[in-house]
């Protein structure tokens, strides 16, 4: 790959720039540390690559019981950003903290810090937990709207499979969004949402585009009412981490499963 970039840095007339990220245990990207002296004196060769950074990503930064290895990974970072310093290269940047390790190895922060989830709102499932979480506020929030609201009686069957029964006379309300959209199938008749500053309970399972709630204990409901899935409404809330959590995933996989046909509205609030 770097051949490439120096290749396409050549043929444009300028030096390129680039971050070199160094595998220190994670697995993924990266020199791996026992290649980095042959790596350098090939490095040498490249005319039109300029060495602006050195980083590493730890794998386990947010989990006390690896505490021994993220230190590990950092010594062995260390050594690297040495050997590199010491064939004459002198990157701009040194960096190694992902939003977990900004918080609990200070050791990691370098010249700047690559927080992910935190910027987000995350903290919870991102954090180690003998941190405390900080009071961020997630950026993303979820709606949709009451398409069709319908009465339905005691012991009706709901949604495919039959898996949910009302135990009294019930008012059930679609909602235009499922596991299409990244609703997870998982949250039937487990999530729940925020209907007029009210929970309301998921029920029957997700379907590809429609979604059942039962809105009996919810007053004045209308067609149209906006419907939180994810977000706030006064002092209620539904996190990313805590759909996570229902379901045995993570919060970053929640926001990213939403899916492309799900309208974006950014506001600057």
Known sequence: MIQAFD????????VADVHLKVDT???????KCDEVS???????????????????HLAAADEPAHEDFTQQQLKSFQVAVKSFREHGFSPTFIHAANSAAVFSFPDARGDIV?????LYGFTRDVLSPQIEAPSFRPVMSLYARIMLLKQVSKGQRLGYGC???????????????????????????????IVRGRFAPVVGRVSMDLTLIDLTDVPDVRLNDPVILLGRDGQLSITAEEIARTIGSLSYEITCGISS???RIYSDR
């Open 7 to 14: 290749r396409a840095a050549k043929d444009a007339g300028v």
């Open 25 to 31: 245990g994670m697995g993924r990207l990266g020199i």
């Open 38 to 56: 042959k790596f350098l004196e090939a490095l040498k060769k490249f005319e039109n690559i300029r060495l602006d950074g050195l980083m590493t």
């Open 114 to 118: 690559r927080p992910g989830g935190t």
């Open 163 to 193: 898996t949910f029964q009302t135990t009294r006379d019930s008012l059930i309300a679609t909602i235009p969004i499922g596991y299409a959209d990244g609703y997870r199938r998982a949250l039937s008749n487990r999530g729940r949402v």
């Open 261 to 263: 046909r799900v309208p």
